[in-house]
């Protein structure tokens, strides 16, 4: 078998060998990034909690229910997808048990041994006082981690909102780099799960020709919270958990791409 040499290896072939960037734009802006003296990369964190009860049913989707049974009513229920049916109709077709089962939910201990079961309020104490630092608030909605404290590429080096960052230093990817911005900030990793090795999104942000540092590229990554309700959380003089649209007002500037890059239907 022939091989050939690297010297007449093809100019297509030289091209691959290259170093590639983390971008394949060709817009000025992400140019400027990659041939900045500089060329710095920052893996960002969106921490993500989960909603914890089931959000209810927005007006809209109900009455589209309603008109959608109106309007398959006459089909054969054989026909129907449950699904399909708004949950007042569904009652009336649900499995009727006899009074002598249904009547053992009554028979409850008497004495030390009754307990009357109360479902926890949705509303806690945290949305009457809107205190964002709590994790028991919005439990119908997702809530992400902001941190209040010094950002890479910060103008003046002036406290800003952000979210757990860290510069690309020699660790082996970049997801590691995002691991270890948000171990420096949880303390560790116990009750996190990353989502996925690659990045969800990225930006270039741009300075002004006085700042002493070069444009740079940042990569978010998305981290979930695990079994927990509370993180001691560390290195920023301030941190909130705030919502999709709470987020936003934080960002006025960026509002247009975080609206993008945070999707997810309640």
């Given at each position: 078998?022939?091989l050939r040499?690297?010297?007449?290896?093809s100019?297509?072939?030289?091209?691959?060998?290259?170093?590639?960037?983390?971008?394949?734009?060709?817009s000025?802006s992400?140019?400027?990034?990659a041939?900045?003296?500089?060329g710095k990369?920052?893996?960002s964190v969106l921490?993500?909690?989960?909603?914890?009860?089931?959000?209810?049913?927005?007006?809209v989707?109900?009455?589209?229910?309603?008109?959608?049974?109106?309007?398959?009513?006459?089909c054969p229920?054989?026909?129907?997808?449950?699904?399909?049916l708004?949950f007042?109709w569904?009652q009336?077709?649900?499995?009727?048990?006899?009074?002598d089962v249904l009547?053992?939910?009554?028979?409850r201990?008497?004495?030390d041994?009754?307990i009357?079961?109360?479902?926890?309020?949705r509303?806690?104490?945290?949305?009457k006082?809107?205190?964002?630092?709590?994790?028991?608030?919005?439990l119908?909605?997702r809530?992400y981690?902001l941190?209040?404290?010094?950002?890479?590429?910060?103008?003046d080096?002036k406290?800003?909102?952000h979210?757990?960052e860290?510069?690309y230093?020699?660790?082996?990817t970049l997801r590691?780099?995002?691991?270890?911005?948000?171990?420096?900030?949880?303390g560790?990793?116990?009750n996190t799960?990353f989502?996925g090795?690659?990045?969800?999104?990225?930006?270039v942000?741009?300075q002004?020709?006085d700042?002493?540092?070069s444009?740079?590229?940042r990569?978010?990554?998305?981290s979930?919270?695990?079994g927990?309700?509370k993180y001691?959380?560390?290195?920023c003089?301030?941190?909130v958990w705030v919502?999709k649209?709470e987020?936003l007002e934080?960002?006025?500037?960026?509002k247009a791409?975080?609206?993008k890059?945070?999707?997810?239907?309640?």
């Open positions: 078998m022939l040499s690297p010297a007449r290896s100019p297509h072939l030289r091209s691959l060998l290259r170093a590639r960037g983390f971008s394949s734009s060709a000025p992400a140019a400027t990034a041939e900045g003296d500089d990369i920052v893996a921490f993500e909690r989960l909603p914890v009860v089931i959000p209810k049913i927005h007006p989707v109900y009455a589209f229910q309603e008109f959608s049974y109106s309007q398959i009513h006459p229920l054989s026909v129907l997808r449950v699904e399909w708004p007042r569904r009336q077709y649900r499995r009727k048990y006899p009074d009547g053992k939910a009554d028979a201990g008497k004495g041994y009754q009357d079961y109360v479902p926890a309020p509303i806690t104490d945290a949305d006082t809107n205190d964002r630092k709590s994790l028991q608030r919005a119908d909605n809530l981690l941190l209040y404290g010094k950002a890479y590429g910060a103008p080096d406290p800003v909102w979210f757990p860290k510069v230093d020699n660790e082996d590691l780099c995002a691991e270890s911005a948000l171990k420096s900030v949880l560790g990793l116990n799960y989502v090795n690659a990045p969800m999104a990225h930006m942000v741009d002004k020709e700042s002493s540092i444009s740079f590229k990569f978010f990554f998305k979930q919270v695990v927990a309700t001691d959380i560390g290195k003089q301030d941190h919502t649209d987020l934080y960002f006025p500037e960026h791409f975080f609206n890059m945070i999707i997810h239907i309640r």
